[in-house]
């Protein structure tokens, strides 16, 4: 592992944050933003770092601290607020007393806090403070874990560092590991010099040091030992792989979801990983013994569950087939859960909450994992943490077998309420489309861009589908930055029906598949129906505003079928559908069949609990007036332009968000199919009938 501390950096960081925060600190976040950088060493949230210094309390008094990464935080992007400063000497006493609960633990942790607003220091922020150096990292390496995740790991610790680290064998984190720890390190200073180095047997490690630069490269260091270790004295086998159809990939996920919806009552959001390495660590033969083991350090069993579920998709192409095989298996895992949390709460004379009992992460070999989560970003962490996981596990079978912690251990760790509450951190505000995913076309303006607007601010996560690529790549440009992560953007001409059906099958690969579909696309065309103008007209408007919303509408279908979750197809129409302008005809006309298309998908999907429903909007400002149609219809209706807009029962214009509003209410009516809801300020002549 190559070390990356760069004077300049570390320069530049002090001139950023010393004048405000102290120099311990500025570098304390350089070096913890170096480690939090390389997935091999720590991941979303993991490990912690910290630095004793000091800090003015309330009252104007400079007193001893250790700043210490807060709970939630990522080093690789921790800001100066995401390290609490706590008093010292406190934090040292504490880990003389025999015992102390959990509880009691956080309550000492914020009332030693200089600022209570601060975030609730890590768990582990009493083992750094009884370690005697200013600077201490944390990590929970690759290679580290590969050499401690084996049969007579503390041997194994010895050869490659000899006297060079403490070896403390695995303890839960929080008091009983910091006590642990303290008896250590006493025993060891009393023999003489104390080690840089910490390795806690299944979990991580630790190293210190006078300065930040130290601390980091003796991390650096550790790794590397590690690392050259696991080369010299394994020999990993590579399995053949062959990446999977994009079509089989496409088919999995809706199929997956939709078997975990009706399991769990819920939706869930999926990332599909198949990159070379875990496709051959899917491909090993023993699979379905090495990943059933358990997790690689124990902090990482709130993501990912003890064990993914291994799934054989020989038979993805017959969905009833694997839907069957999915089910079967997604029925094991949980009774399979149920008896562990029965068998581990018996174990160690415990009540507990059963957390859910479904996977997170699906092996599946030929294809790779499907990782699944209540959002895109919680997938993404998934996937992230069971990829290195896979590592880990590759590494440790090729230097003589893979074993981590134990069952009860992860349970603990599973079921430990300090553990629960990072987890709780990032909920965030859940909005009545969270955890679901919805595809609008005509997204890149309009009404499309303000529905997706508006779902991604009710928590949906969001597809742009549009032909328009220049205005569809700035839209999921703004759209995508206010919601990173829940945003993606697919090219789409709603007249192709290949071109929909690769929308789709891009949309179904990249989230899972797809809750609630908007389909938008359109243009206004006129003409008087009896000339040649006009029947030309009515023939470009049938293929564009009939048969382009019949090709999503069953691109839709297929997809909300396979998943057997339900689901809701919504069609822009307009009140031309009940009320024609003069000379609109062939507008006029592909509406009103875009209504009763839409009421036919009622009645016919309706017993799968797929709901069909319609928006009729009228005068709306957007592209569609363009090319003088505005001007033109503003004329056939004897007003201006602006009264043209206002020319309705309320007298006030209708807005794209006025119309967007009505379809995020279409999105969450459950009771509701076949209605036609009107949005055009009322117009007596255009209410449905």
């Known amino acids: 592992m190559d070390p990356r501390h760069s004077k300049d950096e570390a320069q530049r960081h002090l001139d950023t944050y010393a004048a405000t925060w102290g120099e311990d600190l500025a570098l304390r976040i350089y070096t913890s933003r170096l480690l939090g950088a390389d997935p091999s060493l720590v991941l979303h949230g993991g490990g912690n770092t910290s630095v004793k210094s000091t800090a003015v309390d309330l009252l104007g008094d400079r007193v001893d601290v250790l700043f210490i990464k807060g709970s939630g935080w990522d080093l690789a992007t921790i800001e100066p607020r995401g390290f609490p400063a706590c008093r010292l000497a406190p934090l040292q006493r504490a880990c003389e007393l025999e015992a102390m609960t959990d509880e009691q633990m956080v309550a000492l942790l ?302 603990d760790m599973e079921y430990w309420s300090l553990e629960q509450a990072k987890l709780k951190l990032g909920a965030g505000h859940k909005g009545p489309l969270d955890r679901r995913i919805a595809l609008i076309t005509g997204a890149a303006s309009g009404i499309g861009r303000g529905t997706a607007a508006a779902f991604l601010a009710a928590g949906a996560h969001v597809v742009l589908a549009d032909r328009d690529e220049e205005s569809l790549e700035k839209a999921a440009a703004e759209l995508g930055g206010r919601h990173r992560g829940r945003c993606m953007k697919v090219a789409c001409d709603v007249r192709s029906e290949a071109s929909v059906n690769r929308a789709f099958a891009q949309s179904a690969a990249h989230f899972g598949g797809i809750d609630v579909v908007v389909s938008n696309a359109g243009r206004a065309f006129s003409g008087s129906l009896h000339t040649s103008e006009g029947h030309e007209a009515l023939c470009a408007s049938l293929e564009l505003n009939l048969l382009g919303h019949q090709n999503v509408a069953r691109a839709a279908a297929r997809v909300l079928l396979a998943q057997g979750s339900g689901g809701a197809i919504l069609f822009n129409a307009s009140k031309s559908a009940f009320n024609q302008g003069p000379d609109f005809g062939p507008y006029g006309v592909a509406k009103a069949a875009l209504v009763s298309l839409m009421r036919q998908y009622a009645v016919d999907l309706g017993p799968q609990g797929i709901r069909a429903n319609a928006v009729n909007a009228d005068r709306i400002r957007t592209a569609l007036f363009g090319a003088g149609l505005l001007e033109a219809r503003a004329r056939a209706r004897n007003v201006s332009v602006d009264d043209y807009f206002r020319d309705n029962l309320l007298r006030r214009e209708t807005t794209a968000a006025d119309v967007a509003q009505a379809f995020l209410y279409l999105a969450t009516a459950e009771a509701t199919t076949g209605c036609v809801v009107t949005v055009d300020g009322g117009n007596a002549a255009a209410f449905p009938r």
């Open 110 to 411: 914020r009332g030693q806090m200089l600022d209570p607003a601060s975030p609730t220091p890590s768990v582990e922020a009493l083992l750094h403070a009884i370690l005697p150096a200013k600077f201490v990292d944390h990590t929970h390496a690759d290679a580290v874990l590969s050499v401690i995740d084996q049969p007579g790991s503390a041997e194994v610790v010895r050869e490659i560092y000899g006297d060079d680290a403490l070896f403390v064998p695995y303890v839960m984190p929080g008091f009983a590991l910091a006590r642990r720890v303290a008896e250590i390190v006493r025993a060891r200073l009393a023999q003489g010099a104390l080690p840089s180095l910490m390795i806690l047997d299944k979990h991580g490690v630790f190293t210190w040091g006078d300065t930040a630069e130290q601390s980091y490269a003796r991390m650096i260091d550790a790794v590397t030992r590690a690392e050259r270790y696991i080369v010299e004295r394994s020999a990993i086998v590579s399995h053949p792989t062959v990446a999977a159809d994009p079509d089989v990939r496409a088919a999995i996920g809706p199929v997956v979801r939709g078997a975990l919806a009706r399991a769990s009552g819920r939706p869930w959001v999926c990332t599909l990983r198949t990159g070379l390495a875990l496709l051959a660590f899917c491909a090993r033969d023993d699979l379905a013994r090495v990943s059933q083991i358990g997790c690689a350090t124990p902090d990482h069993v709130i993501r990912t569950k003890a064990r993914p579920l291994v799934i054989d998709c020989h038979d993805v192409t017959d969905t009833a087939r694997f839907r069957a095989t999915v089910e079967h298996a997604i029925a094991t895992y949980a009774a399979e859960y149920h008896e562990y949390f029965r068998r581990s709460c018996a174990a160690r004379g415990v009540v507990r909450d059963e957390l859910d009992p479904f996977p997170r992460v699906l092996l599946l070999p030929g294809v790779g994992a499907l990782c699944v989560g209540g959002s895109r970003a919680e997938a993404e962490i998934v996937a992230d943490v069971y990829e290195h996981t896979a590592s880990v596990i590759e590494a440790a079978e090729a230097l003589g077998g893979y074993q981590p912690v134990p069952e009860l251990d992860l349970f």
